[in-house]
């Protein structure tokens, strides 16, 4: 029976937690735990690292603990700092160091936001509640000190969210990454680039497929990087409408999309070699090169045994093959093109489709 892990707490909830604390102290209460109610309704308890008085009000510090998620943001330290106001002038978010903006739209904050999600947002009004009623006003600002070199390893970048991380949680609760949340973590790329106007878009693998995209002249903004799960992002993309998608990246991945496989990760599915083979086998590939293929240690390595054959053209059927397959995937609710290339950028293979969709980017490829 494997082990049971160890859930923790959302920046939005360390936010929260350290308002609670910081208004405590205001209130005379010095506390070293807190007690916060979640958004789906558990108890959490969360320690209070350490609360001080500013000019103005006060100033609470939580650290982040994620439990066994294997979270960025575990161990930093999360700063809330309160003033209160008259009544009747609100809830003022404002962003500390090391909290991003928003710039682009399409997220569920608008541009010039501070980038502290509904549910933190959410949070911290009941905190207010509780503590100063209904009508309680006051200014919050969160920071985070590590926030601007964390956001440098987070899709904050490609989300157009500057200047440092999102404070982010649906309910406060952090439990252990399933693979459904980290999926649903990559959706709102499509969303952006649909709210900027974007009705085709360019699906990579991840950050290598993104910069040789952009050499070949490959709009940033239209770029989304779908990590394993391009079969889920395909049926995101159609259900917002989409209307078609540019499939680039390195052979290694993309040749298990022709092979009908929409998860590619390679402890789940690794058939790279063998579809190499059986494709070039089609178009002519004697047995011995057959046998070097299987044998070859990497895709790349495979990739000097088409050549001695003169078999390149194998890649534009296995880019058109991709494209077949991801328009099955989503019932042809969305048109695919298929661009093959190396880790070096050359592009192997593309199919008809992927020129047009290219061609309507104006990218650099006759």
């Known amino acids: 029976m494997g082990k049971k892990l160890r859930g923790g707490y959302t920046t939005g909830a360390c936010a929260a937690a350290a308002l609670k604390a910081a208004l405590l102290f205001l209130q005379g209460e010095y506390c070293r735990e807190v007690q916060l109610r979640a958004l789906d309704g558990t108890l ?5 690292q350490e609360v001080q008085r500013t000019m103005d009000g006060a100033q609470a510090e939580i650290i982040k603990d994620s439990g066994d998620d294997p979270d960025i943001t575990n161990g930093v330290s999360v700063y809330t700092r309160v003033r209160i106001l008259s009544k009747g002038q609100g809830i003022k978010i404002r ?34 509640r509780e503590l100063l009623g209904e009508g309680g006003s006051c200014e ?95 049926e995101a993309a159609a259900e917002r409408g989409v209307r078609k998608v540019l499939l680039f990246g390195h052979i290694g991945k993309l040749i298990k999309v022709a092979a009908g496989i929409f998860y590619t990760h390679n402890r789940i599915a690794d058939g790279r070699l063998e579809t190499l083979a059986a494709y070039a086998a089609a178009e002519g590939l004697p047995a011995d090169g057959v046998q070097e293929v299987l044998a070859a240690a990497t895709t790349e390595a495979a990739l000097p045994v088409l050549e001695r ?43 008809t489709a992927a020129r047009e969709i290219g061609g309507e980017f104006h990218w650099h490829i006759k």
């Open 44 to 48: 959490l308890r969360i320690p209070v």
């Open 95 to 128: 962003a500390g160091a090391g909290i991003g903006r928003v710039t682009k739209p399409g997220l569920s904050v608008p541009p010039g936001e501070p980038a502290i999600n509904p549910g933190p947002r959410k949070l911290m009004a009941n905190v207010v």
């Open 140 to 234: 919050v600002m969160v920071s985070v000190p590590a926030g601007r070199e964390l956001a440098a390893r987070t899709l904050n970048p490609v989300l157009g969210i500057t200047g440092g991380i999102s404070i982010i949680g649906t309910t406060g609760v952090l439990r252990p990454m399933s693979e459904g949340g980290f999926k649903n973590s990559l959706v709102p790329q499509i969303d952006v680039a649909v709210a900027a106007g974007f009705s085709s878009l360019i699906f990579v693998p991840g950050k290598i497929g993104e910069d040789i995209a952009i050499q070949w002249g490959l709009p940033k903004e239209a770029i989304v990087q779908t990590s394993n799960f391009i079969g889920f992002m395909l």
């Open 309 to 351: 054959y003169g078999l390149q053209a194998v890649y534009a059927r296995l880019a058109a093959r991709a494209s077949l397959r991801m328009e099955r995937y989503v019932f042809q609710k969305l048109q695919t093109g298929t661009v093959m290339v190396t880790l070096q950028g050359k592009i192997l293979g593309l199919d």
